[in-house]
């Protein structure tokens, strides 16, 4: 099995709606992150977080928000979607333990926002 | 300026050639430097660590990282079709700075045909 899965893998929705993109971990790391990969631009992180208690913004953060509801799930919630929002969406874990910050990737999915 | 830059390719070459990839950065406290490799429609997935200055080979991919050049670099000797992907440069500074950051470039994105 994956180590770091994220469902929906493909999910198309419209102008307005709330949805939710959800990760999940066996590795065991305390770090999680939301990065969104657009062509051309490259991975932007969105947020991360350190533990379950610790949240941060990263460099594009405005109409995302994020819930780490125990050390090994994260979810991203996008309150109302808009058509910009389009993208890959991938989580990310690492270890503290480990310095260099290495981190492992889930398989991403891909948003479309009609 | 972005912290890490890297020219997006497309690079193009035939089986068997020597491929060299780079980036450039502008912070000297980045210590720890990696390159992922990400296949189309796939999640980035780490293919060389290297902490400091040096070179660091792995089969047939070697990393070199010059820090007084703030420079690194990936060769992949020998390249074969499924070396086609592409292949993110990433950094990250010590613990204590700049903590639990990992900045990416943006990817060159790499075909080998046979």
């Known amino acids: 099995d994956a180590d770091v899965t994220q469902t929906p893998r493909n999910r198309i929705t419209k102008t307005g709606k709330r949805i939710m993109l959800e990760c999940s971990q066996t590795?065991?790391?305390?770090?999680m992150y939301w990065y969104r990969q657009d062509p051309g631009l490259g991975l932007r992180l969105i947020y991360y977080?350190?533990?379950?208690?610790?949240?941060n913004k990263g460099e594009i953060s405005d109409g995302y928000s994020v819930s780490r509801q125990a050390q090994a799930k994260f979810s991203l919630s996008l309150e109302s979607a808009i058509p910009n929002q389009t993208a890959l969406y991938f989580c990310?874990?690492?270890?503290?333990?480990?310095?260099?910050?290495?981190?492992?990737f889930g398989p991403g999915t891909r948003l479309l926002v009609l | 300026q972005k912290e890490v830059e890297q020219d997006p390719g497309p690079l193009s070459v035939p089986e068997g050639a020597i491929v060299s990839l780079n980036c450039t950065y502008s912070?000297?406290?980045?210590?720890?430097f990696m390159w992922y490799r990400q296949y189309s429609r796939k999640g980035p997935e780490l293919l060389m660590y290297?902490?400091?200055?040096g070179n660091k080979e792995d089969g047939r991919f070697t990393a070199q990282v010059d820090k007084s050049s703030k420079y690194i670099s990936l060769f992949i000797r020998d390249s074969q079709p499924s070396d086609s992907a592409t292949y993110l440069c990433?950094?990250?500074?010590?613990?204590?700075?700049?903590?639990?950051?990992?900045?990416f470039g943006r990817g060159t994105q790499l075909t080998v045909w046979p």
């Open positions: 990310a874990t690492s270890d503290s333990d480990r310095e260099g910050e290495t981190q492992y």
């Open positions: 590795k065991g790391h305390d770090r």
């Open positions: 977080s350190f533990d379950v208690k610790d949240i």
């Open positions: 912070n000297s406290a980045f210590q720890y």
């Open positions: 290297t902490y400091s200055s």
């Open positions: 990433a950094m990250s500074a010590s613990r204590g700075s700049t903590l639990g950051r990992l900045y």
